[in-house]
Antibody, heavy 123, light 110 residues
Framework: QLQLQESGPGLVKPSETLSLTCTVSGGSISSSSYYWGWVRQPPGKGLEWIGNFHYSGSVYYNPSLRSRVTISVDSSKNQFSLRLTSVTAADTAVYYC???????????????WGQGTLVTVSS | EIVLTQSPVTLSLSPGERATLSCRASQSVTSTSLAWYQHKAGQAPRLLIYGASSRATGIPDRFSGSGSGTEFTLTINRLEPEDFAVYYCQQYDRSPPGYTFGQGTKLEIK
């Protein structure tokens, strides 16, 4: 059974870089069949997609975050990571890693999610 | 960018009743790209419906999805206590690739 688990600091200072890691078990992030992604939820608000990547190197980001986001992979550890630079209080959210699924050319929906990790941006 | 508007914002019902949740898109959406999720506080979102009407693995048949174009509906028959949660619709754009979510409908116990 596929499992995803987020990890990383729960507190980040304004203007610094948020870094999170998602560890995948029960499946390989090197699989050509799937993308992997990040979604966040600010307190009291709805879900916001951050970005997806494929092991082949294909990556795409939410245009509203593109200038600050990088998703990378460490296949030796079966992990992928999120970096978000120049954070502000508006980046305070629960961050989820998730697996998009559907067609490899169009991963329509997210069928597996991590439990989420709260990241607070505050000095 | 396609905007998804869910209604109502809050729905108060009793166990055993039927819930009807609406998701309206600002422009036509292909049915294959429309999904619904259940989200409980402190838990991971759970995929319920994909392709507008296909139930995800392990989802009870009291959950059903329907609709096309700009109007989509999630129906939950015979509400169980565990069904009270927040529900989100989501759509996928091919060009440029990306996802948008509705703002959510909170289904609460009356």
């Amino acid at each position: 059974q596929l499992q995803l688990q987020e990890s990383g600091p729960g507190l980040v200072k304004p203007s610094e870089t948020l870094s999170l890691t998602c560890t995948v078990s029960g499946g390989s992030i090197s699989s050509s069949s799937y993308y992997w992604g990040w979604v966040r939820q600010p307190p009291g608000k709805g879900l916001e997609w951050i970005g997806n990547f494929h092991y082949s190197g294909s990556v795409y980001y939410n245009p509203s975050l593109r200038s600050r986001v990088t998703i990378s992979v460490d296949s030796s550890k079966n992990q992928f990571s999120l970096r978000l630079t120049s954070v502000t209080a508006a980046d305070t959210a629960v961050y989820y890693c998730a697996r998009p699924n559907g067609l490899i050319t169009a991963p329509f929906y997210f069928d597996s999610w991590g439990q989420g990790t709260l990241v607070t941006v505050s000095s | 960018e396609i905007v998804l508007t869910q209604s109502p914002v809050t729905l108060s019902l009793s166990p055993g009743e039927r819930a009807t949740l609406s998701c309206r898109a600002s422009q036509s959406v292909t049915s294959t790209s429309l999904a619904w999720y259940q989200h409980k506080a402190g838990q991971a979102p759970r995929l319920l419906i994909y392709g507008a009407s296909s139930r995800a693995t392990g989802i009870p048949d009291r959950f059903s999805g329907s609709g096309s174009g700009t109007e989509f509906t999630l129906t939950i028959n015979r509400l169980e206590p565990e069904d009270f949660a927040v529900y989100y619709c989501q759509q996928y754009d091919r060009s440029p690739p990306g996802y948008t979510f509705g703002q959510g409908t909170k289904l609460e116990i009356k």
